[in-house]
């Protein structure tokens, strides 16, 4: 396997307006190899768009990168304090598919207006037709209707916006594009059409790697090879998509795959159950594992030290349990029992996909019909 991208010890912070200092990455490493799909999942607020915006070289106040290295190709690039950025590099070897890309594009421009905004901000001289040229042909290799481009953006529909947003991000052929739940305001049809675009373009080499964030674990594991869990601006858990879905190694991907939502094979008839409490405030996030106040299997250590990393690169952990518990999974029923509230609902999801309370009785039609 070529490596397409590697980033050591990545360090964001926002600063807000009154001084006070937020880290939403903290010493944060990663890879992708060529031709793969990195997904990078989390519930909202651990950092995951803030990896985005760092992978993408797209981070702007008051985002501040304080720290790491991202290689690119074997191209080593130092970030943060006064390194520069080579230009040549956003768009055109890592380019941002953001969250609500078009939506926030102004209704009066056609698609053709963006395309040519977009291929003209990296080539001056681009002419308006070799523009146009470029995106028809790519258009028409994706199977999309090349009519699109006369669109404005209200007159296509949800789907198609992200597929062809999706397309623009991509016109200079980036080596990494990062996608930030580029599927989450879709529907299940709109998403899997996203989803195999993205892989037909992986095919086609229009790039070489995709980073693809999202709280979505079932979406995830249909379209990444591998999956990076963040909590708390730290990844606690990376492994084969397939096997950390199925065999989770750190308590919060199993919490996480608990409260998932699904009538997907892989998790349907799983007792739901959302994960008590929230992710922690990232000005003063808690002493020791990040997670240990949410945790059903924290120890006395997770309170006060750093969690140690178990394992390697490919497939690590980094939890006091899994160190003791080597080459286990986390039983999701210890996770799950430990984190019930004795008045929380234990909801389990019907090979219909609809989530029911199975202590609950179904109301009779009579009954229904009084209330
Ligand atoms: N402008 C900002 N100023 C201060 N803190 C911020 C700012 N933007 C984000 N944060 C903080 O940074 C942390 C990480 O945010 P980030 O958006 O990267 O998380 P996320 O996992 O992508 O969540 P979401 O899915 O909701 O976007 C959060 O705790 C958030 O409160």
């Known amino acids: 396997m070529t490596r397409l991208l590697n980033a050591e010890n990545l360090r964001a912070s926002y600063r807000t307006p009154d ?29 995951k768009s803030t990896l985005g915006a760092i992978l993408s070289l797209t981070a702007r106040p008051p985002l501040f990168v304080e720290g790491g290295t991202l290689e690119i190709e074997g191209k080593a690039q ?80 949800g789907g198609m916006k992200q597929r062809v947003v999706t ?52 979406v995830l594991r249909t379209i990444s090879n591998r999956i990076a869990v963040m909590y708390a601006g730290k990844i606690v858990e990376v492994g084969d998509a397939e096997e950390l879905t199925e065999a989770p190694k750190h308590p919060y991907s199993a919490a996480l795959l608990n409260s998932v939502l699904s009538p997907e ?7 739901v159950q959302g994960i008590k409490g929230h992710p922690p405030n990232l000005e003063h996030p808690p002493a020791g594992c990040r997670f240990h106040p949410r945790c059903g299997l924290a120890m006395d250590e997770c309170f006060t030290q750093e969690p140690p990393h178990v394992g390697d690169d490919l497939r690590f952990s980094s939890c006091f349990w899994t160190a003791k518990h080597p080459g286990e999974s986390v039983p999701l029923t210890a996770v799950t029992t430990a984190d019930l509230a004795a008045s929380d609902p234990l909801l389990v999801v019907t090979q219909q996909g609809e989530l029911v309370d199975p202590d609950v009785d179904e109301p009779t039609r009579d009954e229904e019909v009084s209330a």
């Open 265 to 271: 094979p892989g998790f349907r008839n799983r007792r």
């Open 19 to 47: 001084g006070r200092e937020v880290t939403a990455v903290d010493d944060v490493s990663v890879y992708i190899d060529e031709g793969e799909v990195l997904g990078i999942a989390g519930e909202s607020g651990c950092g």
């Open 167 to 218: 397309v623009i991000s991509t016109l200079l052929n980036p080596r990494l594009l990062i996608a930030d739940e580029p599927t989450s305001a879709l529907d299940v049809s709109s998403q899997k059409a996203l989803i195999d675009m993205l892989l037909q373009m992986l095919d086609q080499k229009i790039m070489a790697g995709v980073v693809f964030v999202t709280h979505d674990l079932p």
């Open 78 to 157: 130092e970030l943060g304090g006064k390194n520069k950025i080579p230009r040549t590099w956003r768009g055109a070897v890592v380019s941002m598919l953001p969250q609500g890309a078009m939506n926030s594009i102004s209704p009066t421009m056609r698609v053709r207006d963006l395309v040519f905004d977009v291929m003209r901000a990296h080539d001056r001289g681009i002419k308006r037709s070799e523009a146009m040229d470029r995106a028809r042909d790519r258009i028409a290799s994706l199977d999309l209707p090349v009519r699109v481009l006369d669109a404005y953006p209200h007159q296509l529909s």
